[in-house]
């Protein structure tokens, strides 16, 4: 097995290690994120019934209402927040969360942005660490 560094654009500084939860599909946090347990409820996501807790979030983009970013604060209030969130895109609706976050509970999120061919090689990938900083995301493959 060898290390794999992907390019990435950080957004939101940190550096975690975890369990990747990957999903092809875009995602609302509002009604389709349960904001006390961090369990995906959106019927139409490929994720549906899975927990986000702790782990690296992988999603294209959110979609939907203007509050994403305070049901991400509010996961992180209750401990079920991702640990990161890995997108194709990102906004500044979603970035909220991770921001106040930082301020109001001295916790860090980091967000990266990757390119489709970064995004499809974590598709299969486990466990990952992300570094918003150093602009990498590397496994083993």
Do not use: H, W
Not at 36 to 42: K, L, V
Not at 54 to 63: A, E, H, Q, R, S
């Amino acid at each position: 097995m060898a290390l794999t560094t992907i390019e990435c654009k950080g957004i939101v500084k940190g550096k975690v290690t975890g369990e990747i939860l990957f999903s092809r599909k875009p995602l609302s946090f509002i009604g389709g994120v349960d904001p006390e347990t961090g369990i995906i409820q959106d019927p139409l996501s490929d994720q549906c019934g899975q927990s986000m807790a702790d782990k690296i979030l992988v999603f294209p983009f959110g979609k939907g209402s203007s509050g994403a970013g305070l049901v991400l604060l509010e996961l992180a209030r209750v401990g079920k927040a991702p640990k990161a969130l890995v997108n194709l895109r990102t906004n500044t609706v979603l970035l909220t969360g991770p921001l106040v976050m930082r301020e109001f509970y001295k916790k860090e999120m980091p967000v990266v942005c990757v390119d489709e061919a970064g995004m499809e090689s974590l598709s299969e990938v486990n466990e990952a660490t992300v570094d918003s900083t150093a602009g990498a995301i590397t496994f083993t493959a």
